[in-house]
C-alpha cells in the first residue's frame, strides 16, 4: 500500500472548520530578529538593539497582518506582542536567533501551550 501525506494539522494552521470548535482569533506567528545600531541622540552608542519583523495569521477567518518594530535590550514590545497574541504556533528561524528572545520564548512556552 503506498502513503503519502495529504495535510498537515497543527494548532496554528488549522482551518477546516469541522476541527473548529472555538470561533476566536487562532494565531499564528512568524518572527525575523536582527540587531541594529542605537542611535542615542544622533549618535551611535556602540551597543545594539533587536529590529523584529513580524507576520501574524488569524487562521479562524483568514486575515494577516505584517509589521517591524525596534526594541529595547528586554524585549518588552517582543514579550508584550506574545502575550497579547498567545499565538498557538511560533515559526522562528533556527540558528540565527538571539539567545535573549529565545529565553523569552521558552520560558513563555513552558508557562502556556505556545509551540515554536
Known amino acids: 500500500m503506498h502513503r503519502k501525506i495529504t495535510r498537515i494539522l ?20 512568524c518572527v525575523k530578529e536582527s540587531l541594529v545600531a ?6 551611535f552608542d556602540g551597543s545594539r538593539r533587536p529590529r523584529f519583523g513580524v507576520c501574524f495569521v488569524d487562521t479562524a477567518v ?6 517591524e518594530f525596534v526594541d529595547d535590550a ?13 499565538p498557538q504556533e511560533i515559526i522562528y528561524e533556527k540558528g540565527t536567533g538571539i539567545i535573549t528572545s529565545i529565553i523569552i520564548l521558552s520560558i513563555l512556552f513552558i508557562f502556556s501551550n505556545i509551540l515554536f
Do not use: M, P
Open 74 to 86: 528586554e524585549r518588552t514590545q517582543f514579550e508584550t506582542l506574545i502575550l497579547q497574541l498567545k
Open 38 to 43: 542605537n542611535w542615542e541622540a544622533g549618535e
Open 62 to 67: 483568514g486575515h494577516f497582518y505584517v509589521g
Open 10 to 29: 497543527t494548532q496554528g494552521t488549522l482551518v477546516d472548520e469541522t476541527f473548529i470548535v472555538d470561533k476566536n482569533s487562532v494565531y499564528l506567528l
